[in-house]
């Protein structure tokens, strides 16, 4: 599928920063009265007020093992925030002992203190295993699952396969790979699809999954997910609970400089297509629905996605549960998007990825220069 312009009747959309000056900014949450947390793979979690100023880096968070494409990662704030002042927080954490040689995905639950200068009630709630030796892959997005329009107490996490441990993400023993779905104690949902089996890990939701950085629920209730190919083939998959989404035994990727993976094929039963799989990769981070009128009505329900390597947005045009279209957004842009989100104002943010990385606003242009 093609990517096109947007079409003529679109917004002539503007990025305007709203705050500049982060390091490597990795996800985004967005804070009452107008303000945002942003966190840095470094392993610093920051406040930025409503106006773009840039507070110090939050204490308590749990020791990081950061470098490589590890680091402090996604960030999503519990439904009931307001209330709880509850937050979920995903990060590439050491061995035992702190042993920063291996390594694995972690997700942590803390509380946000009310002056909002460090968090408190720090736990991890999930620890994926095995640890493994590698600064690659960690994916890393949460998602609060919804049934039946409202929050039913449960956990997404998107987890990457290491790189170097593939094949792995076909095995139920491992949690490489893998979307895993737990409670915010991180417990182990009753109706887990491997809960009741012995050859597999109960937190499992589905497998075969490669590096995935996008993660939110759709208009439709569902869990939707981006994830990297190698060379090629970065896909979008809508995770069933049970089901097997192929990699590294089906992929429309090659290795990188060329050569085919493992037997160079597309479909295998029992096995699921993507949506959508980017041949050429456009190295897919971050992922939103629309629900505002914001951008107009025909671009609710739809998907934006941040690009490392195109250094875009792609909007993609969502149907009965299928893609039927894509478009290319800010081409002109000129930075790594790391994260894409809605903000409760109904406008678009992202956050650039770079040593000097901005979160930026998504307005049309003259309404951007009229703000």
Request: glycine letters at 12%.
């Amino acid at each position: 599928m093609a990517a096109t312009p947007a079409a003529a009747d679109a917004p002539r959309l503007e990025a305007r920063a709203v705050a500049d000056g982060l390091e490597h900014p990795w996800a985004l949450a967005f804070l009452p009265g107008g303000r945002y947390l942003v966190t840095e793979k470094p392993g610093r979690m920051r406040v930025i007020e409503a106006d773009g100023r840039v507070q110090a880096p939050l204490s308590g968070l749990p020791a990081i093992a950061a470098g490589g494409q590890g680091g402090l990662l996604d960030v999503q704030l519990d439904s009931d925030f307001e209330r709880n002042r509850t937050l979920y927080f995903c990060f590439s954490e050491p061995g035992p002992g702190g042993d920063r040689s291996v390594n694995s995905t972690a997700l942590a639950r803390a509380r946000l203190s009310d002056d909002a200068t460090r968090l408190t009630d720090v736990k991890v709630i999930f620890s994926q295993q095995p640890k493994y030796a590698s600064r690659l892959h960690f994916g890393c997005r949460i998602a609060e699952r919804v049934v039946d329009g409202k929050p039913d107490g449960t956990l997404f996490l998107a987890l990457g396969e290491r790189s170097t441990a593939k094949e792995e993400a076909q095995n139920l023993k491992s949690h490489f790979g893998k979307v895993v779905r737990v409670g915010k104690d991180g417990s182990v949902p009753a109706d887990n699809p491997f809960r009741q089996r012995a050859d597999a890990l109960p937190e499992i939701w589905s497998w075969g999954h490669r590096n995935p950085q996008g993660a939110a629920i759709g208009p439709d209730g569902q869990l939707w997910v981006h994830e990297h190919g190698a060379q090629g083939g970065d896909e979008v998959n809508r995770p069933v609970a049970g089901r097997n989404y192929g990699w590294p035994v089906i992929t429309h990727g090659v290795n990188y400089g060329g050569g085919r993976i493992g037997d160079g094929i597309t479909a295998k039963d029992g096995m699921e297509q993507p949506l959508l799989h980017w041949t050429p990769s456009i190295a897919p981070s971050g992922l939103a629905f629309i629900t505002s009128d914001r951008y107009g009505a025909a671009w609710k329900g739809q998907m934006v996605v941040g690009a490392l390597k195109t250094r875009m947005l792609e909007r993609l045009a969502v149907q009965d549960g299928r893609i039927t279209a894509r478009h290319l957004l800010l081409p002109e842009l000129g930075q790594r998007v790391r994260d894409v989100r809605e903000g409760p104002d109904g406008w678009l943010y992202l956050l650039t990825d770079d040593s000097k990385g901005q979160l930026m606003r998504i307005q049309p242009a003259a309404a951007a220069k009229a703000r």
